[in-house]
């Protein structure tokens, strides 16, 4: 049985006083809530603040990048081994946004991939096809691309602590959201794809979120579809009751 998961992606989004504010909402809104795993992203400069909110809570931390060294000369990037330090488990890895603006590719994200994981930090990573590119039917081609070039050489028993987001990058930030069927049909592909890579036992176990313009009242038919385990929210997760109630569509 797969544990939903939902996490809050909060881009170059607050300030220190809203990072901690809305932290803290999220922490006091969710109670001990276990039957799903929650997680917040705040930007790196706020980490710590959010971390000393979320500690002995049933919301985790997570960050949104990272470079794959433990330390050394370069100059303003952060390795996995200081996230681990500061109080995160998560480290999204291969968002869209990194991959269009900052040239990430797939050989880079993998390297990525590697290096959290050998520090103890758990992966979400990011997946998705541009409108031209499921215009032209190559959706699944695309995402084949991707879940080779960045899981090349992960094994099976890594994969638990591996969660794919499907994120369409047409549907990110636009306010138009995949419908249930895409996201299912996208979903059940990328199981049986990384089943094919690292074995479908472990597939299986997969945890897959959709991500893109996930919001309230969407949240439950998106949640619902079979290979839908959990959200990455980007907008809706900087309004504290509008992330939860996207959680709580999660809770069936
Ligand atoms: P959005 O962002 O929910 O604002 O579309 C999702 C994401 O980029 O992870």
Redesign the pocket.
Known sequence: MRKKFIAG?W?MYTSSITAEMLASSVVKLLGDETRLQVAVCPPFPFLARVASVVKGTAVALGAQNCYPKDEGAFTGEVSPTMLLDVGCQYV?LG???RRQKMAETDAFINEKVHAALKAGLKVIL?IGETLDERKANRTEAVLDTQLVGSLAKIAAEQLKNITI?Y?PVW????GVNATPQQAQDAHAFVRQRVGGLCGAESAKELIIQY?????PDNAATLLGQADVDGA??????LKAEDFLAIVRAGIC
């Open positions: 992606n881009k999204i968002h869209s946004e990011c987001a994120e549907a990110i930030g636009t991500g893109g313009s996930v919001k990455l929210v980007g907008g809706a997760s």
